[in-house]
Structures are given as structure tokens and as C-alpha cells.
């Protein structure tokens, strides 16, 4: 959002977010919890399981990319990266979910811009030890 913000200002940095906001409330459930966790962070709880949540979580992120958000006469482009951790599948704590959740994301974006990552105790321990080599990046 820097670029954004540096060329457009704050406040598209802000209609940005208002924006992608609305696309998680219209394309996911009645019963899924939405929350802002950070600037540019959101969390999306769903009753199901992580193999599902990862379904939908690949399905918002294409969202958001193929959606312009308007701001004046521009249209403004996201890329998004989401980590999913399931309860009580990795965790008995909803904490620790979030925490796993925040590793999965890091892993996506690992991967580049526009992943989905479901967390993996054992493809975390393989990418922790793949990141400490010397790679190329896409």
C-alpha cells in the first residue's frame, strides 16, 4: 500500500481497504466472523474445515485481484497472500490459531504475490529449512 499511499495519498490507501473489506462481507458467509487485525491485515473465521477454508481463501484472493477499486478516476489493483490454520485441527487455542494462521500467510507470500498457504507443521519445518538457503525469488 506504500505505493499507493505515496502517490495517491492516505485516504486512497483507505478507500482501498473500505473496498476490499466489502468483497470479504459479499463473498463469504452470514455466519463467517470478519475482523481488521492490522492496517492492512483481515481475519476470516469459517466453520469448516481448514481444507475448505483454503478453498475459500483461494477464492477471495482471486477476488481481490481481478477487482479495481475506484478511487477518483483511477482504478486501483491489490494483490493478496492468505494463511489458513484451523481449530481444533493445529490448535486448542484460538490465539495459537491466529499466530499458525499469520506462519501460513508468511509462507504464501513466500511463494509470491496472489498465494494461499494451508498451515502444515511438517511444510513448515521443510520451509523454515528452504529459506535459510541462499534462492532465487520469483
Known sequence: FEKYRKHYGQSAVDT????????LHRHTRETDLLARAG??????MMDCAPGDALVAAQRLVGMARRTPFRFGSSSLKIAVSG?????PDHTGSSAEMLRLAAEAVQ?????????????LRAAMRMETTATALPVDRL
Do not use: I
Request: charged share 20%; aromatic share 12%.
Open 107 to 119: 509462507l504464501a507470500r513466500s511463494r509470491g504475490q496472489g498465494q494461499c498457504a494451508l498451515y
Open 83 to 87: 494463511g489458513v490454520a484451523g481449530y
Open 16 to 23: 482501498v481497504l473500505k473496498g476490499f473489506a466489502d468483497l
Open 39 to 44: 492496517e492492512a491485515e483481515f481475519v476470516t
